[in-house]
């Protein structure tokens, strides 16, 4: 078991020798495949719910508890970014308290937001709350651009006075007005940082075309439950009337759907049966059609997926796009089940530009993709068979991890620390389904 995040490392980060690629732990992922996997697992609490609902703790001096906290590098990450500026955190188990009463910085510097473009979240809540913010333009994973200028747009619609000096975004505003903002494209950590930014902004704001996604319902909930006034989250008109001060409060976070959908494709792609508890369906209506549509077995419960494989599952096509639709974060998943069902599938990614590097280490494993721009081209193979790849994101990671277990033989991931950035103890939990995996040097 990975040992649990800390938030307790206070030590100032420009003080500290600037983390290298050397630094990144080197573990890797062994998998010995052919086994189908059955049985019960629990599904973690969301990553991308957790991080903007950890940022939007700046917004009040009150304690705020969140409860069902993923054991993930992103959260820890952003737990040192809280503590550095000030914030006091403390974590057990699943459960974290987090008190900002007293910041003696607003600013959230390259060496932790280069590792994690969520960190961008922090720029809303602070300069709502302080009046000044200094934030690092992000970093993350290397699956094409995703521009911060909606960000900066609407926060200026907000009468922020923002620039950029020396690759940090620095902000400043007396109070934030409220404002209409029309977002030239559906960016949900574009809408988070606006909505948090609104709550404590004089007036009324509205964002249109605003992300659908449930994660950004979440963070909503958890800022109604410490006093904002918010409707309409979860369409794409979203309404904040400001009020003067938010107050603590006790939140739950959503259960992680792109895990869900990931360990459903694994069960899947090995023929295997298993159920899992801690989520719902109704987080991935898109994704759960299209695996029925590969001929799996799936039952809803109220807590819980149920997924019955067949013996050989027939390939479907998919095109990603924003909420409700399809999700990014799980096409590369469904390439790698696609790789080992019967028929031809298109895959067509309208997301993301760059998002297509695991079709070459799933050829390695003997996959049939052919890509052609945003388009990829699947041919279902009979029989995978184990290799050494290396996971160059953390999706990608994902798909390679289902191939292996599909695989006949050995498969060594390597760069596995993309996987630890946005799933809790997955060795441990596939494990437990019956998957022969072990973490290595």
Do not use: W
């Not at 955190?89 to 060496?111: K, M, T």
């Not at 940082?193 to 404590?200: E, F, I, P, R, V």
């Not at 895990?259 to 898109?286: F, W």
Request: glycine content about 10%; overall charge neutral; some cysteine.
């Amino acid at each position: 078991m990975p040992d649990a995040p800390r938030f307790f490392d206070t030590r100032p980060v420009r003080a500290a020798r600037r983390p290298g690629r050397d630094d990144l732990p080197m573990d890797k992922l062994r998998i010995t495949g052919g086994t189908p996997l059955a049985g019960e697992v629990g599904v973690a609490g969301a990553k991308n719910a957790a991080l903007p609902i950890l940022a939007a703790t700046l917004l009040t001096a009150d304690e705020v508890v969140l409860e069902n906290v993923p054991q993930l590098a992103d959260i820890t990450t952003m737990g040192r970014l809280l503590a550095g500026m000030g914030a006091r955190l403390s974590r057990e188990g699943n459960r974290v308290v987090a008190r900002a009463d007293v910041i003696g910085s607003a600013e959230a510097p390259y060496e932790l937001v280069k590792t994690m473009r969520a960190s961008i979240l922090v720029l809303g809540p602070l300069l709502a709350r302080f009046g000044q913010a200094r934030v690092s333009l992000p970093g993350g994973c290397a699956i094409g651009a995703r521009p911060v200028d909606q960000h900066i747009r609407g926060l200026r619609a907000l009468g922020a006075r923002l620039q950029i000096e020396h690759g940090y975004i620095v902000a400043e505003a007396a109070r934030l007005k409220g404002a209409r903002i029309v977002t030239d494209m559906v960016t949900v950590t574009g809408t988070e940082n606006l909505m948090m930014a609104a709550c404590l902004a004089d007036g009324e704001t509205v964002i249109e075309n605003a992300a659908r996604e449930p994660e950004v319902v979440d963070l909503a909930n958890c800022l109604v439950a410490m006093g904002a006034n918010i409707s309409g989250a979860g369409t794409d008109v979203i309404r904040i009337r400001g009020v003067e001060r938010l107050q603590g409060t006790t939140h739950r976070i959503m259960p992680d759907r792109i895990e869900t959908g990931t360990y459903l494709c694994a069960a899947a792609a090995t023929g295997g049966e298993v159920r899992l508890t801690h989520t719902a369906g109704s987080y991935l209506d898109s994704v759960i059609d299209k695996l029925m549509d590969t001929g799996c077995e799936i039952v809803l419960e109220r807590d819980a997926i149920r997924l019955k494989a067949p013996q050989r599952l027939n390939a479907v096509s998919i095109r990603t796009a924003p909420y409700p639709a399809f999700p990014t974060d799980m096409q590369a998943q469904f390439m790698a089940i696609n790789a080992v069902a019967e028929g031809t599938a298109v895959i067509r990614e309208t997301i993301f530009e760059n998002r297509f590097m695991h079709a070459v280490e799933l050829i390695r494993l003997g996959a049939d993709i052919k890509i052609d721009g945003n388009t990829a081209f699947v041919k279902g193979v009979a029989q995978l068979d184990g290799a050494t790849v290396m996971a160059t994101d953390l999706r990608a990671s994902a798909s390679l991890v289902i191939a292996g277990l599909a695989a006949r033989g050995e498969t060594l991931i390597e760069r596995i620390y993309h996987l630890d950035r946005g799933y809790e103890q997955m060795e441990q939990k596939l494990a437990a389904l019956g998957a022969r995996v072990k973490r290595v040097k």
